[in-house]
């Protein structure tokens, strides 16, 4: 495949900046296409860890041209941040993404505060309210932001709204010029990596160039597909790549979904497989289960298949790649949810309904774990009998092939298994 699609198969944190920075050293561009500073994406190699927001993963490679497309929302503030902190890259922001300002992070924490114990648990970086001002067309896109006189009379205009909305949710109110004058530096920053991305991208394709579409997030954060309104604002899954990249969608060959070998969620809303016993401060601690974005710890959970065919179905997986199968090592039983009972009824399916999601039951086979060290192992065939069986079972219960897994953080602890990019 020349063009592939990372996406997210559960709630997002699944390793997929490892497994784009792994795939990247065969590509020629990496593409983030949705979402924005919520997303906290590691990498790790010759020793350093790396933990990007915004900037694709293949950015840390100088051979790999990177592209922010239209798809994303980009806080100008974390972008300038985050470009200081690298060198010796190539990057194409798309002129059509949106641009999050400073009133969508009040509002994004004064809707969650009026929430109060129903709150959806958001990153606080204004994503929500970015993408509601973009379906409002009341959102401002890069091409605006970067041209300056454009720039200055929509920021007027929109801040005096917005301070309307804030003054009725009794939030401080916002000063125009302190933030034009912050931000209209930040565009001159921005400015010259500005392009038509999707112009970019088809003359790519049409140069033959190998492709990696880095999603953000994970399909059950999708809005449209997620565990609604548990979710964020933009859809990982590998169908929303043409739209929020500007491609024909027959041109994505294919997807491979980051799994990661046990659930984790950050955030509120239902997760069927949580686990309330030490076990889960166990995994925490060896997976490291903790927020790249927020540092808030992460809730786990066992694998459950329910989650995944649903991933399969609304997004499209052409392969799996299983991470943090490590973290699983030492564990005498291992449970995956196989289906829930719902009011008496097993059902294989995630119900519409949040109130019926949270009283859904998952039904577990256990299999034996395995005690052996494998954060060393090279092939599939270096793995203990049990930690196969444990991948095997996985295949046959989502029916998706498994690509590569991965024994660790760092580059270098990532096997392949078939030839898929
Ligand atoms: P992303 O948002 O999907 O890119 O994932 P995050 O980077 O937020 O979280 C994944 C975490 O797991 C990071 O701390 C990675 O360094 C780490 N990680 C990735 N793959 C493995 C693995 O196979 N084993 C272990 N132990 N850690 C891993
Ligand atoms: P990566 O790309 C895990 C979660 C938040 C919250 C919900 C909505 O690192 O996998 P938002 O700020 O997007 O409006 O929050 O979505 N969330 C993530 N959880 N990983 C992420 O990104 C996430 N991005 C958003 O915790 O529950
Ligand atoms: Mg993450």
């Known amino acids: 495949m020349r063009r592939l699609v990372i996406v997210g198969t559960q709630w997002g944190d699944e390793g997929k900046g490892k497994i784009t920075d792994y795939l990247a050293q065969n590509a020629d561009l990496v593409v983030r296409y949705q ?28 051979k790999i041209d990177n592209v922010m497309a239209n798809g994303m929302v980009i806080n100008p503030k974390a972008f300038v941040e985050e470009i200081s902190k690298v060198s010796d890259f190539s990057l194409h922001i798309s002129d ?37 001002d973009k379906s409002s067309r009341i959102g401002m896109r890069v091409s605006t932001f970067i041209h300056e006189e454009r720039f200055r009379s929509s920021l007027y205009e929109l801040i005096r709204e917005k301070n309307i909305e804030l003054g009725l949710l009794k939030h401080p109110l916002l000063n ?43 399909v059950l954060l999708c809005l449209d597909h997620g565990t609604y309104p548990f979710v964020t604002s933009s859809s990982p899954t590998a169908s929303s790549v ?35 016993s030490e076990l889960a401060s166990h995994i925490r601690t060896v997976g490291n289960e903790f927020g790249t974005t927020t540092g808030r710890p992460r809730r786990i959970g066992w694998l459950d298949t329910v989650i995944l065919r649903h991933t399969k179905r609304v997004s499209g997986l052409s392969y799996l790649a299983v991470t943090l199968l490590d973290v699983l090592t ?52 270096d793995l203990p009998i049990n930690a196969k069986n444990y991948l095997f079972r996985i295949v046959e219960l989502v029916g998706v092939p498994i690509g ?17 990019f």
């Not at 919520?38 to 993963?57: E, I, M, Q, R």
């Not at 039983?333 to 999601?357: C, H, M, N, Q």
């Open 242 to 276: 043409p739209l929020n990249t500007g491609i024909a969608p027959w041109l994505v060959e294919g997807a491979i979904g980051v799994t990661k070998a046990y659930t984790t969620r950050v955030g509120s809303g239902p997760m069927p497989s949580e686990i309330h």
């Open 35 to 62: 979402g924005g500073n919520n997303a906290g994406h590691t990498v790790v190699f010759d020793g350093k860890k790396y933990s990007l927001h915004l900037l694709p993963s293949g950015i840390l490679n100088p």
């Open 176 to 218: 125009f010029e302190a933030i034009y004058n912050e931000y209209s530096v930040y565009a001159k920053v921005m400015a010259p990596y500005v392009t038509d991305t999707s112009l970019y991208l088809n003359q790519a394709i049409e140069s033959d160039k190998k492709i990696l579409f880095e999603g953000a997030q994970g």
């Open 96 to 132: 059509r993404a949106h641009v999050v300002l400073p009133y969508h992070l009040e509002l994004d924490k004064a809707y969650e505060a009026l929430k109060g114990s129903k709150n959806i648990g958001t990153t606080h970086k204004g994503i929500g309210p970015t993408y509601t």
């Open 330 to 381: 030492g564990i005498d039983e291992l449970k995956i949810a196989i289906s829930y009972t719902l009011d008496g009824v097993e059902i294989d399916r995630i119900p519409a309904e949040i109130e019926d999601f949270e009283r859904c039951i998952p039904n577990y086979i256990t299999m034996p774990g395995w005690h052996e060290d494998i954060t060393q192992v090279k092939s599939y065939d």
């Open 404 to 420: 590569m897994f991965s024994v660790g953080p760092d580059r270098n602890q990532t096997i392949m298994v078939k030839n898929i």
